[in-house]
């Protein structure tokens, strides 16, 4: 069991985002109490989900539990979710605690399972290099790579992190696997006797940055003061990406634009430089389905090539969740043809 803890302060926020009080209150997370916020405790048995974007973290808590009057309180309505604000720049820290506490209780939960049908000997798990999450491997097949849900990387059985895989994920905005960040979009707009501003933060992929670029592009050029910006924006989008990646956000802008045969060419340099890459097989099965939906003549074959490059990714790393989702949103999707 991990034997860390963490102590750090924090804040409710409410549906809009505010913080509910104007003063932080105390957090501590250990393997013994769960999570005590200020008065109250959550227990790591009753999380069910943890995300967090910068200084937020949001708790899904599982349905139908006790909780504390401050905890119950600050619910979010009609949702059994909780949001915080974590103070000090410890948000991360918090968020890998909670994991590494809720991973650990489950591969225990699992272990013990097994050990009562007298199949212990059949439990393995493996510990992610990057968050140190625990990451039950029973009954998954051996494959060159394994996904941690919890910090979204891709490491071999080496426990060697895959190239830049700690940037590289799948985008919440446009689902496609790429270099994903926090990205800013500024509007100016003209008034009748001012000009203002409106800015807001985005946390996406380079292939959406770059629209939310192109979109904003022109409108801030009328001002002088949108211009800088707009070269900070387009600095960003261009630095710090992988050679090992290059043409990716382009091929994957191609793809969800309808061009798959110029996106093809692109991920086919693409795969010849990452041949076993889960996310970019990923990606190629994505656009393919897309393709499937727009082309009335060739939709089988597209449909069939979409499903190969799915499989393929998960030949090269079993337990990739983006693209075990697909495949059960997929499934779900053949049937509903097949009944109507
Ligand atoms: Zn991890
Ligand atoms: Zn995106």
Redesign the pocket.
């Known amino acids: 069991m991990p034997s860390s803890y963490l102590n750090f302060r924090f804040r409710y926020l409410d549906t809009q985002g505010k913080p509910n009080s104007f003063f932080y209150r105390q957090a501590r997370i250990d393997e013994g109490i769960g999570i005590r916020l200020d008065t109250d405790t959550i227990s790591i048995a009753d999380i069910h989900e943890v995300s967090r974007y910068e200084t937020h973290i949001a708790l899904i808590l599982r349905p139908y539990i006790s909780l504390g009057k401050s905890i119950a309180d600050n619910i979010i309505p009609n949702t059994s979710s909780l949001i915080i604000e974590v103070a000090d720049d410890l948000a991360a820290d918090a968020k890998s605690a909670i994991d590494q506490h809720r991973s650990t209780w489950e591969v225990y939960l699992k272990k013990d399972e097994l050990i009562k049908q007298n199949k212990g000997y059949l439990f393995k798990a493996m510990q992610c290099p990057e968050c140190e999450a625990w990451i039950d491997q029973t009954d998954i097949k051996e494959t060159p790579y394994i996904y941690c849900k919890y910090c979204e990387i891709l490491f071999d059985k080496h426990n060697e992190v895959m190239p830049k895989s700690e940037n590289y994920k799948v ?6 696997y ?1 270099r ?1 960040q926090s990205y800013p979009e500024f509007h100016f707009y003209a008034l009748p006797s001012h000009t203002k501003a409106k800015y807001q933060k985005h946390y ?5 940055a770059q629209r939310y670029h192109e979109q904003t592009a022109w409108r801030n050029g009328l001002y002088l003061v949108g211009i800088p910006f707009n070269i900070y924006l387009k600095n960003k989008m261009s630095k710090g990406t992988s050679q090992l990646y290059e043409g990716l956000t382009e091929a ?1 802008r191609l793809a969800q634009d309808g061009n798959l045969k110029e996106a093809d060419v692109i991920y086919s340099a693409l795969l010849m430089r990452n041949e076993t890459h889960p996310g970019i097989l990923y990606n190629l099965g994505l656009a393919h389905f897309k393709a499937a939906q727009d082309s009335d003549e060739n939709r089988i074959l597209h449909l069939e090539k979409s499903y190969r490059y799915f499989e393929k990714s998960l030949d090269m790393c079993s337990n990739y969740q983006p693209t075990l989702d697909f495949l059960k949103f997929y499934k779900g999707l053949v049937w509903k043809v097949r009944v109507n």
């Open positions: 985008c919440s905005e446009c689902n496609y790429n994903v996406c992929c380079d292939t959406c994957n």
